[in-house]
Each structure stands twice: as C-alpha cells, then as structure tokens.
C-alpha cells in the first residue's frame, strides 16, 4: 500500500488503494502509536514481534535479502560477506 504525505492510503483514480506488489513493510509503534488495520491487499505475514535492541558496544550482523534503490535510483544489490574479511 502507497501512503502519502498526510498518512493516508493513495486512492487510484477508480478510488482503490494503491498496493506495492510484492513489497513488505514493517510496521512499529514508532510510526503507528495506535493498532490499525489491514488494507485491502494487505496481509499478514508471521507474527508479531518485539523490538531487537543492540545494546551500546555490541554489534548485529545483517544480510540483505534483495536490492535496495537509494534516492539517486542507484540500484544496490545485495553481497555475500561471508567473502569479506574484517
């Protein structure tokens, strides 16, 4: 689903919600203080979960699972770091 400026679902001209095909997003208490429901298209996928917080000198090691687009529509893909030394 396309939100837009005012955090509302974007309508298409037939007045049905834009959907991101494919997309998924993560939801947290951050950006949605109050529950709120699932778009039509929506699903969802798992559970509910916690936060995982890293505390101060500790680490977290991620792997990216498909290409970003930065705002430059630079695509970057994602890396296998089990190659990389550190």
Do not use: C
Not at 31 to 43: A, C, I, V
Not at 61 to 71: H, P, Q, Y
Not at 75 to 84: D, E, G, H, T
């Amino acid at each position: 689903m396309i939100i837009g400026a005012d955090k509302k679902p974007v309508l298409t001209e037939f007045n049905q919600v834009k959907v991101l095909q494919g997309d998924v997003e993560i939801r947290t208490a951050d950006g949605y203080s109050e529950p709120f429901p699932l778009y039509p298209g929506e699903q969802l996928v798992g559970k509910i979960e916690s936060y995982l917080i890293v505390s101060q000198n500790q680490a977290i090691r991620l792997t990216a699972t498909r290409d970003f687009e930065d705002k430059k529509l630079k695509v970057i893909k994602p890396i296998n770091l089990s190659f990389m030394k550190f």
